[in-house]
């Protein structure tokens, strides 16, 4: 079954760090580039961050620009995005997906999501 | 605020004809294609159009996408009570170097 299960996410103060993971399983993960995306509670979906199949080339959203690192371990079937100095509109549920393959952009594939709180 | 623009709601009974607008510029929609997922409550979003009017397998033909300009569109024929839930149009932006999503649109079967 394809499947992408993201982890690591909780409670966290603000200016305070958090990674996550999304491990992928049931197709050949290093041949996908995949993506971030957040949703505020109550809120709308807002794209985060996307990394190539190899790794090589990544992007971010202006809000976590400097802040929040995407990476992936191809041998490990994993995607991760390292968070820093954590913010209160940081707040959300993080979502992986896969980008639909000959595209970069269409998400075929999401997680089930992992909620980020920042709060003190 | 978001890059596309999308009305907050829509709503229809079950059986009729409804649509969707997605307004954005020629950074975005204009220059790249344009995907639409659904989102039921509770859940993660779904692929429901990619490449402006493609729909994944599993997808009923019910569901139909198209973009002409800087505007693109969802149409939903045949309404059914299972179709209730947000939905978001998504495009890459050529000036921001980002994807940008709409603010979605609540569709509400009366």
């Known amino acids: 079954e394809v499947q992408l299960v993201e982890s690591g996410g909780g409670l966290v103060q603000p200016g305070g760090s958090l990674r996550l993971s999304c491990a992928a399983s049931?197709?050949?993960?290093?041949?996908?580039?995949m993506h971030w995306v957040r949703q505020a509670p109550g809120k709308g979906l807002v794209w985060v961050s996307r990394?190539?199949?190899?790794?090589?080339?990544?992007n971010y959203a202006d809000s976590v620009k400097g802040r929040f690192t995407i990476s992936r371990d191809n041998a490990k079937n994993t995607l991760y995005l390292q968070m820093n100095s954590l913010r209160a509109e940081d707040t959300a549920v993080y979502y992986c997906a896969r980008a639909w393959h000959g595209t970069r952009n269409a998400f075929d594939i999401w997680g089930q999501g992992t909620m980020v709180t920042v709060s003190s | 605020q978001s890059v596309l623009t999308q009305p907050p709601s829509a709503s229809g009974t079950p059986g009729q004809r409804v649509t969707i607008s997605c307004s954005g510029s020629s950074s975005n929609i204009r220059s790249n294609t344009v995907n639409w997922y659904q989102q039921l409550p509770g859940t993660a979003p779904k692929l429901l159009i990619y490449?402006?009017?493609q729909r994944p397998s599993g997808v009923p033909d019910r569901f139909s996408g198209s973009k002409s300009g800087t505007s693109a569109s969802l149409a939903i024929s045949g309404l059914q009570s299972e179709d209730e839930a947000d939905y978001y149009c998504?495009?890459?932006?050529?000036?921001?170097?980002?994807?940008?999503f709409g603010g979605g649109t609540k569709l509400t079967v009366l």
């Open positions: 990394i190539s199949s190899d790794g090589s080339s990544t």
């Open positions: 998504a495009a890459w932006d050529d000036s921001l170097n980002a994807l940008v």
């Open positions: 490449s402006n009017n």
């Open positions: 049931g197709f050949t993960f290093s041949s996908y580039w």
